[in-house]
């Protein structure tokens, strides 16, 4: 976009603007996975587009543009904001990926009941591209069961995240589980149990 190739190369330019915002624009970067979201994020934010488009000297957004910016922010937010949180470095969990993307999906799926002039192909791209990626999950397949065991546990998710309609079934499968494991521990103390005993013989 022409701002910000206009502030990149341009110091007079990136100053002018700096003035304007009163701080430096968010600009994309090949590297990071959510540099557009955010670069969006944040021109769509400093309101006044049109002035800052004048200082840095490049020609003004078009209406039109406008319209397609604020749409790309919304049909990506939902996945950007995911992203943001799975790659966090504290706090993040393997029990939170099976919610986020259940979240997501629900999210991008309201999407689609609004009227998107410009970002209609880009909505069902995020969001058939969501359901093909992450099939296994969104249908609690049994080869990732231990993500589903995971958010169980999660203190904060427990059963919440589950639909209605699969809660018992988890919950069953989840207990079963838990009690499984119990037996393997127990059975296993005993043996540390036995072994200490002979040796003190």
Not at 49 to 68: M, W, Y
Not at 139 to 157: E, G, K, M, T, V
Request: glycine letters at 4%; hydrophobic letters at 40%.
């Amino acid at each position: 976009m022409g701002i910000w190739n206009k502030i990149s190369r341009s110091t007079q330019a990136a100053e002018n603007v700096q003035d304007v915002c009163k701080k430096q624009l968010i600009r994309p970067c090949a590297t990071r996975l959510n540099s557009l979201y955010d670069s969006v994020s944040d021109l769509l934010k400093q309101g006044e587009l049109n002035r800052i488009c004048a200082v840095a000297d490049v020609p003004a957004f078009l209406s039109l543009e406008i319209e397609a910016l604020e749409e790309y922010y919304l049909c990506t937010m939902p996945i950007s904001v995911a992203l943001d949180r799975l790659q966090g470095e504290h706090g993040c969990f393997c029990g939170e990926l099976i919610p986020t993307i259940l979240v997501v999906e629900k999210k991008l799926t309201a999407l689609k009941l609004q009227s998107f002039k410009h970002s209609g192909k880009l909505l069902d791209a995020l969001l058939n591209g969501l359901k093909e990626r992450f099939y296994f999950y969104i249908n609690f397949s049994a080869q990732h069961h231990d993500a589903i065991y995971a958010s169980i546990s999660h203190p904060y998710f427990k059963l919440r995240w589950i639909p209605e309609e699969r809660r018992e079934d988890l919950r069953e499968l989840f207990v079963n589980f838990v009690s499984s494991q119990s037996e393997v521990l127990s059975s296993g103390l005993q043996q540390i149990s036995r072994g200490s005993s002979m040796e003190k013989k």
